[in-house]
């Protein structure tokens, strides 16, 4: 039986002059490759920002892991990954398997020793993301996507039960793409690591992903992959307010 991770119900989400969010309900269940999708501006990341305890929510509840936010504690259960995260200068000083080690930080505490085998450690999840070979290298030398693999490997390293990637594949060209998705999948599908993938992109939704949210300020659909594939183009043009075109 597979459980709830996250579970919102009827969240709206205020700042001063703008409801970024609208009476929000939808669950993630474990082992869920879910991809979040909205336009500029749809409260991607306020949604995000709600599910890591960041903002807190207007009117509404959000649980984790069938707990209530307030009480919910394991944060190393949910590894994030943000859109910024490779964009590092070349001189920037801090090695590939310096980056990944401090994805300990927040699982053995500030000022706690990393484990014995924290080298192995580092060198299994680079091997996840395949980037075991660049671990002596500088982050700031490597592409935009080899640097996103990287703050892969760094958010692997605690072992997350929940992968948040924020576009993602932004930075990727576009024959390393489908390589970037195959190895998402086989992180979702060996590791059972449940995956929310956030995008604007409709275009990016693979044929690997098992479900898909459209938000615009309020969830349009959220269901199955497949019955994305029957929406038409032109309910997503209205939920989206301009025109889309899915790519299959
Ligand atoms: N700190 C803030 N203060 C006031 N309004 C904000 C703030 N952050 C976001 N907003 C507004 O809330 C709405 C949702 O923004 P949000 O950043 O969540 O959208 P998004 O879907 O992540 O957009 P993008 O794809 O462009 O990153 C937008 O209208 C935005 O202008």
Redo the contacts with the bound molecule.
């Keep these: 039986m597979t459980k709830p991770i996250i579970q919102l119900r009827n969240v709206t989400f205020q ?4 409801q ?1 969010l609208n009476d929000i309900s939808f669950q993630v269940q474990e082992g869920d490759f879910l991809a979040l999708l ?1 336009p ?7 949604l995000l920002k709600l599910i890591l305890g960041l903002l807190k929510p207007t009117k509404g509840e959000i649980e984790l892991f069938g707990e209530p936010i307030q009480a919910f504690k394991q944060h190393e259960w949910i590894g994030y990954v943000s859109q910024k995260s490779n964009s590092f200068n070349s001189g920037f000083p801090a090695t590939v398997e310096e980056v990944v080690k401090s994805g300990l930080t927040k699982k053995v505490g500030l000022f706690k020793r990393y484990p014995k085998n924290v080298d192995q450690l580092v060198i299994e999840a680079l091997q996840a993301v395949g980037m075991e070979s660049f671990a002596t290298r500088n982050i700031g030398q490597l592409s935009g996507g080899q640097q996103q693999r990287v703050f892969i490997a760094r958010a692997l390293i605690a072992e997350p039960k929940l992968l948040i990637l924020d576009e993602p594949t932004v930075g990727i060209d576009h024959e390393n793409v489908q390589s970037f998705y195959d190895m998402l999948v086989k992180l979702n599908e060996e590791r059972q690591i449940t995956m929310i993938l956030v995008t ?1 992109d409709v275009d990016i939704v693979s044929e690997h992903i098992s479900h898909v949210a459209c938000l615009n300020k309020t969830i349009h659909f959220h269901g199955y992959k497949n019955e994305f594939d029957d929406i038409s183009e032109q309910t997503l043009d209205a939920w989206y307010g301009h025109k889309v075109r899915k790519i299959h």
Excluded: C, F, I, W
Aim: net charge negative.
């Design positions: 700042y001063d002059e703008t970024a909205g500029n501006g749809s409260g991607k990341s306020t604007h």
